[in-house]
């Protein structure tokens, strides 16, 4: 018994002295630093601010809208010939709207539900024109994807309406037509809870996200102190990217930046208003009877309670009351 433990001993020494001697120790120091996965589609500098548009005069205040009509037609009866009777013979409403975007347009884990803020536009606006709010298809979108679907005509891309905290600009008035502003958001600034930043101007030099096709990208230019321009597709990118310290901070609308706090709460939103960001419904520019019908729609919940509603649903505090919903400014 002794010889053999002693012949098991031996042999585990030369199989352990066998495998040291054919294996190289790790060089820590050429293995680098792993480096964390970006999303998709990431542009970083001037490749990521929009092409300049040539300044077009589009009036005072450039939030004025066509009036609604002067008696809202019953659901179910749209009026014979117009943009809603085509879109109630098809029997649902088609509109580009966000997935991704906590609180305004995103899909509920829970029941796989597309819920939020601009969803509950959308669907006053199918109770308007069916009697039924969920005679809706929605297709998700980019943020620089909601001029082009309502440019597509009758093909795959085509959509009734755009409901994705669309911000009216003027540059925007000229490729597609707006709704009175439905909420107004102000452009501010997300960083870390850590971070010392309290003012945009103080990241100069530094990388700022936003998405592809929002007008914070090019408006954050114009900052005394301009950042480096980070674009990618979703605001959830910006997210993740703020979290692996890939960026130094995101600026958008309070009312997306909020979403990111209440996902994170190691973030928080700094500095004063960069710029007043309001949101309209979007629609093809020569839908001028879609634009007064929804302009009604709009008047009736701003009158109801349906506005407040949504609002408290969504981004009501206890503390924060329900604001008085914007109030309509007509062209004529």
Same mark, same amino acid.
């Given at each position: 018994?002794?010889?053999?433990?002693?012949?098991?001993?031996?042999?585990?020494?030369?199989?352990?002295?066998?495998?040291?001697?054919?294996?190289?120790?790790?060089?820590?120091?050429?293995?680098?630093?792993?480096?964390?996965?970006?999303?998709?589609? *990431?542009?970083? /500098?001037?490749?990521?601010?929009?092409?300049?548009?040539?300044?077009?005069?589009?009036? +005072?205040?450039?939030?004025?809208?066509?009036?609604?009509?002067?008696?809202?037609?019953?659901?179910?009866?749209?009026?014979?010939?117009?943009?809603?009777?085509?879109?109630?013979?098809?029997?649902?409403?088609?509109?580009? *709207?966000?997935?991704?975007?906590?609180?305004?347009?995103?899909? +509920?884990?829970?029941?796989?539900?597309?819920?939020?803020?601009?969803?509950?536009? &959308?669907?006053?606006?199918?109770? =308007?024109?069916?009697?039924?709010?969920?005679?809706?298809?929605?297709?998700?979108? @980019?943020?620089?994807?909601?001029?082009?679907?309502?440019?597509?005509? #009758?093909?795959?891309? #085509?959509?009734?309406? &755009?409901?994705?905290?669309?911000?009216?600009?003027?540059?925007?008035?000229?490729?597609?037509?707006? !709704?009175?502003?439905?909420?107004?958001?102000?452009?501010?600034l997300l960083v870390p809870s850590s971070s010392k930043v309290t003012d945009i101007n103080e990241l100069g030099g530094k990388k700022v996200c936003a998405t592809a096709g929002s007008d914070?990208?090019?408006?954050?230019?114009?900052?005394?102190?301009?950042?480096?321009?980070?674009?990618?597709? +979703? $605001?959830?990118?910006?997210?993740?990217?703020? #979290?692996? /310290? %890939?960026?130094?901070? &995101?600026?958008?609308?309070? @009312?997306?930046? =909020?979403?990111?706090?209440? #996902?994170?709460?190691?973030?928080?939103?700094?500095?004063?208003?960069?710029?007043? %960001?309001?949101?309209?419904?979007?629609?093809?520019?020569?839908? @001028?009877?879609?634009?007064?019908?929804?302009?009604?729609?709009?008047?009736?919940?701003?009158?109801?309670?349906? $506005?407040? %509603? !949504?609002y408290r649903r969504w981004l009501g505090t206890p503390s924060s009351g329900i604001p008085a919903p914007p109030q309509p400014v007509y062209?004529?």
């Amino acid at each position: 018994m002794k010889r053999l433990s002693l012949l098991g001993i031996v042999l585990l020494a030369t199989l352990t002295t066998g495998c040291a001697a054919t294996t190289s120790p790790v060089n820590l120091a050429a293995a680098g630093t792993a480096q964390p996965p970006q999303p998709g589609n *990431v542009v970083t /500098g001037s490749a990521a601010l929009p092409k300049p548009v040539p300044p077009v005069n589009c009036g +005072d205040p450039t939030t004025a809208s066509l009036s609604p009509p002067a008696a809202m037609p019953a659901p179910g009866q749209m009026p014979a010939g117009s943009t809603m009777a085509a879109i109630q013979r098809r029997g649902y409403l088609i509109a580009g *709207v966000d997935q991704n975007t906590f609180l305004f347009g995103y899909r +509920d884990p829970k029941q796989n539900n597309l819920v939020g803020f601009d969803i509950d536009m &959308v669907h006053d606006v199918a109770q =308007a024109i069916f009697g039924d709010p969920n005679k809706v298809v929605y297709k998700a979108i @980019t943020s620089a994807q909601r001029t082009t679907v309502l440019k597509g005509g #009758q093909g795959a891309d #085509q959509v009734d309406m &755009v409901a994705r905290t669309f911000t009216i600009t003027c540059a925007r008035l000229q490729q597609v037509a707006f !709704s009175t502003v439905y909420y107004q958001a102000s452009r501010r600034l997300l960083v870390p809870s850590s971070s010392k930043v309290t003012d945009i101007n103080e990241l100069g030099g530094k990388k700022v996200c936003a998405t592809a096709g929002s007008d914070s990208l090019s408006t954050n230019q114009g900052q005394k102190n301009a950042p480096i321009p980070v674009a990618v597709n +979703d $605001w959830s990118d910006c997210l993740v990217m703020l #979290q692996q /310290g %890939e960026v130094d901070g &995101v600026s958008t609308d309070d @009312t997306i930046l =909020a979403g990111m706090v209440a #996902q994170d709460g190691n973030t928080k939103i700094v500095g004063p208003t960069i710029a007043p %960001e309001p949101y309209g419904l979007a629609f093809p520019k020569s839908n @001028t009877d879609f634009v007064r019908f929804v302009n009604g729609v709009l008047q009736q919940i701003r009158t109801n309670g349906s $506005w407040a %509603e !949504s609002y408290r649903r969504w981004l009501g505090t206890p503390s924060s009351g329900i604001p008085a919903p914007p109030q309509p400014v007509y062209s004529n």
